[in-house]
């Protein structure tokens, strides 16, 4: 049997923000304003994500004057209480709705004060040579070859604490171990970014004991220390610019229901830097109507698109208890070469109630009965890397009528084998672990009791919109870096080609998928370009005194 959890108690944590607002931290909390405001500074970043912690960190511990700029509102370890509903609702864009335009893709991003690395399961892994690779033979990015890298990543990993996870995995993540060891596939242990981790496995709504080394503990608040100013539940709702250069960063101040309360702030830097993530900086961009002359902003946002299988055993698994990911095959990743057949990597994710009754995608009695199983399911997932294969472009950041951002993704038949592929893949390694019965996650799927009957029932599908529901938590590309100017926007320093003083120091700015969850690629493309930027600044300022 597992170790219960349903009363364990959390005390005597400290929490970074609560004693920094108290030691007289900036914070200005845009739902209490009373009045418009101004402000200007070195360096305004917009967003407070994986890009903008580590940006904002390296930026103010060189010494500039750096205003970090967050529509979110902010919210730390103190108010985590493990609660799916509160936390979906709080920590995740659109309230954890976000879709692709068709609702054919669920996409799970945060929405917080630290971005997406508050509410991630914590994987860590480096970019594949691969795709740096790639990155350079077909979009001309220069200066980020495995080489070049390797000090990058070395510095973060030991910046945030990220180590292969040495406990036991729990009995869901054991399915990947049990199956390769079966069938002779490759598996793995995962890096975690992870600091006195209790292993308790609610990692997607926050870490209540501030073990998870995510912006919200880390980059943010040493930035904050050096003399940053954060300035939350404030969107950055279009850059000023007269063609060369930005000029001013417009927000509207939010209140606590998300709603705009009628006060504006306008934040001014002779550097701006965007960091708002793919899907909303493109959409920034997009509704600032920057220079762009050859169509590119939106364009090649990629995801790795995530199929899963679900498989029921006759031992307790508690899937909704310990590290969440810990396990991983890339049996698959890589398996006709970089631009063959779509590749996935399998890994699982955890099986909480709430989003659970939601993947199922059943209702009525069925759901009952499903759900009734919840301790003894596993949920594999597979993550498709997308971009790499000319039938496989991604897709198109839009505007709304509203102005806000939504993503036109299509589901090109390319990706669909990739799907079909995957999901026998995922339904095989279940039986291969030794599960009573295993289905697909379809429109027409049910569950089975044999691998060969699964297989057969797989195989005879219908690969289309709505038949296979579909989700992502990897949002990548839109403003793509690369010398190229047919396809990218951004210098390979992150660098706005068409503006002088605007730079893109987030995941919007890689050209493909990579095939690994992205935090660790971000955070260190980030930290080599907001350095070369500290570098860039501090020179000017030097020479100019």
């Keep these: 049997m597992s170790l219960d959890l349903s009363s364990l108690e959390i005390r005597n944590i400290v929490d ?25 500074a070195d360096v305004i970043i917009v967003g407070t994500g994986a890009g903008g912690g580590v940006s904002a960190e390296i930026l103010s511990q060189a010494g500039l004057r750096v205003i970090m ?45 630290g971005g997406t690395t508050v509410v991630n399961w914590t994987s860590s892994f480096r ?124 927000c ?18 002779p550097t701006i830097i965007v960091a708002g993530g793919g899907i909303n900086t493109p959409g920034l961009l997009l509704r600032s109507d920057v220079p762009d002359p050859h169509k590119r ?34 049996e698959f990743t890589w398996r006709d070469g970089t631009t063959g057949k779509m590749g996935y990597k399998l890994e699982v ?15 009525g009695e069925r759901l009952r009965e499903e759900m009734g199983e919840l301790p003894k399911l596993s949920m594999a997932i597979a993550m498709m890397r997308d971009g790499f294969h000319e039938q496989s472009p991604g897709g198109d950041v839009q505007l709304r009528d509203d102005g806000s951002p939504v993503l036109d993704y299509t589901l090109s038949d390319h990706l669909l084998e990739g799907v079909r592929h995957s999901l026998l893949s995922q339904v095989e390694m279940h039986f291969a672990a030794g ?10 799927a049910r569950y089975h009791t044999s691998w060969q009957e699964a297989k057969t029932a797989i195989e005879g599908y219908r690969y289309a919109t709505h038949f296979v529901p579909l989700g992502s938590a990897h949002v990548m590309g839109g403003c793509a870096m690369g010398s190229d100017d047919t396809l990218c926007v951004t210098d390979s320093d992150g660098r706005y080609r068409h503006l002088d003083n605007l730079y893109i120091f987030d995941g919007s700015v890689l050209p493909t998928s990579l095939g690994v969850n992205p935090q660790l ?13 500290a570098e860039k600044l501090t020179a000017s300022a030097t020479a100019a005194a």
């Design 435 to 444: 599960a009573r019965k295993a289905r697909a996650r379809h429109a027409d």
């Design 349 to 363: 994710m955890p099986v909480h109630p709430g989003v659970t009754s939601v993947l199922l995608d059943v209702s």
């Design 252 to 269: 509207r101040m939010l209140g606590e229901d998300r709603k705009p309360n009628g006060h504006r702030c306008v934040l001014r830097a």
């Design 69 to 113: 700029v967050e529509a979110a509102r902010l919210k730390s370890s103190n108010q985590f209480n493990m609660d799916e509903g509160e936390a979906y609702r709080d920590l995740y864009q659109e309230g954890a709705t976000r879709t692709s335009k068709d609702a054919a893709i669920s996409i799970l991003q945060g929405r917080a004060v």
């Design 127 to 250: 970019t594949p040579e691969q795709t740096l690779s790639h990155w350079q033979d077909a979009f001309g990015v220069t200066g980020l070859s495995a080489g070049d890298m390797t000090p990058w990543f070395e510095r973060m990993e030991k910046r945030l604490k990220v180590s292969r996870w040495i406990m036991p995995p729990n009995a869901n993540n054991d399915v990947i171990r049990k199956a390769a060891e079966k069938l002779g596939w490759h598996w793995d242990t995962i890096p975690r970014n992870v600091d006195g981790c209790w292993n308790i496995g609610y990692c997607g709504t926050g870490c209540p004991t501030n073990a998870k080394m995510s912006m919200l503990v880390t980059t943010l608040p040493e930035a904050m220390k050096a003399g940053a100013t954060l300035v939350h539940s404030t969107e950055a709702v279009s850059l000023d610019h007269d063609g060369t250069r930005v000029t001013a960063v417009q």
């Design 297 to 330: 902003v939106g364009k090649r946002t990629t995801l790795h698109v995530t199929s899963s299988g679900f498989g029921v055993y006759d031992d307790e698994v508690a899937g909704y208890y310990g590290a969440p990911q810990s396990l991983y095959s890339d």
């Design 16 to 40: 970074p923000w609560e004693q920094g607002i108290a030691a007289g931290w900036d914070v200005i909390d845009g739902a209490s304003a009373s009045e418009d405001l101004a402000l200007d």
């Design 521 to 533: 690629t971000i955070y260190s493309i980030t930290a080599r370009n907001a350095s070369l930027l």
